[in-house]
């Protein structure tokens, strides 16, 4: 920037300070106060619930449902009425490493804390990309 | 009597005593009415939509979230209250013709040649803000007069940070290169 578009620069900030705010005019705020009289009392927007608390609320779902598909790969599998989607999940499940974070800390993990772990991570996940989708930037 | 703050006072209002309303708006009203009064240009217009973002802002207090500031909620109202009216009422433009070529010219309303001319300079970045479009003397009215960052103009006006920077970018070279034809038009008159 040369001197001469400094200058420039510092006249638009020199004149166009707070110091240079227009103020309303006289009696502007009992003109609006009368306005205000007239009209009904504003009233607090609520939200749903289920609106206000959309992306936990399907976090949780998704998660629950994992843990129960889970639970029913690992426990009875003669049920006919589920067996093909959850002999799919089996087949998912045995495609992938088993963990084993016991190794991993050189603790022995109550085999729940696994999955406590897992779904933690896999709720935190969902919230990310949850509040991806519902808070895009405009 | 000391401002409590705003949140205090719409809870207030939102309990159903309107009357403290009148707190926020004497908080307010200088910056909004300005807000108003830099993008339309004319006082009476100003005040009109200053008072009708005021009411606005009453009949919408319900919908508040009061995590956030109430006075960049309140200068989005006044902005696109004031930008939607400039934008069905297009004003007719501003020639250079119309600006005063000398600082002399301010002598007769000024006590000294010093004030004449700090007139002189302020009138012409006024006339050089008239001259731009009304989004960009919005801007440039929300990072001067208000004194907001780039962050709180994206909020107020919907337009996204890196647009907002170019924008004013480019708002700053067109004031500029307004002031500085006006100023050469000045040496051409008194040679």
């Not at chain 2, 707190?23 to 993008?39: G, P, Q, S």
């Not at chain 2, 309303?109 to 300079?121: F, T």
């Not at chain 2, 050089?128 to 989004?135: F, H, P």
Request: some cysteine; overall charge neutral.
């Amino acid at each position: 920037m040369n001197k001469h578009e400094e200058y420039k620069d510092d006249l638009l900030s020199q004149y166009m300070s707070p110091d240079y705010t227009e103020s309303a005019p006289e009696g502007f705020t009992p003109k609006i106060m009368n306005r205000i009289r007239l009209e009904k009392a504003p009233v607090v927007v609520t939200e749903k619930f289920l609106k206000r608390n959309l992306v936990p609320i399907i976090s949780v779902v998704v998660i629950l449902v994992l843990i129960i598909a889970e639970i029913l790969v690992s426990g009875n599998e003669s049920d006919p009425a589920v067996l093909t989607f959850l002999g799919l999940l089996k087949n998912i499940r045995s495609s992938m490493p088993e963990p084993d974070l016991s190794s991993l800390f050189k603790i022995s993990l109550p085999s729940v804390l696994t999955y406590v772990f897992i779904g933690m991570l896999a709720l935190v996940f969902f919230d990310r990309a949850l509040y991806r989708i519902f808070h895009r930037e405009k | 009597m000391d401002y409590k703050g705003d949140i205090y006072y719409i809870e207030r209002v939102l309990s159903g005593k309107s009357n403290c309303f009148s707190y926020i708006v004497e908080k307010h009203k200088d910056r909004a009415y300005n807000l108003a009064f830099r993008i339309c240009g004319n006082h009476e217009e100003a005040e009109e939509l200053a008072q009708d973002s005021f009411l606005k802002a009453y009949r919408s207090l319900g919908s508040f979230k009061m995590k956030s500031s109430f006075s960049t909620w309140l200068f989005r109202i006044v902005y696109n209250t004031t930008i939607s009216h400039v934008r069905i009422k297009k004003k007719g433009v501003l020639s250079l013709e119309d600006f005063p070529a000398d600082a002399t010219d301010f002598i007769g309303s000024s006590p000294s040649e010093d004030e004449a001319e700090i007139e002189y300079r302020s009138s012409l970045v006024s006339f050089a803000l008239q001259k731009i479009t009304d989004e960009e003397r919005g801007l440039i009215t929300l990072f001067y007069y208000e004194e907001l960052s780039t962050d709180e103009i994206a909020e107020v006006t919907g337009i996204s940070k890196s647009n907002v920077k170019v924008k004013l970018f480019r708002a700053r070279q067109k004031m500029q290169m307004i002031i500085e034809k006006a100023e050469k038009e000045k040496i051409a008159y008194h040679e």
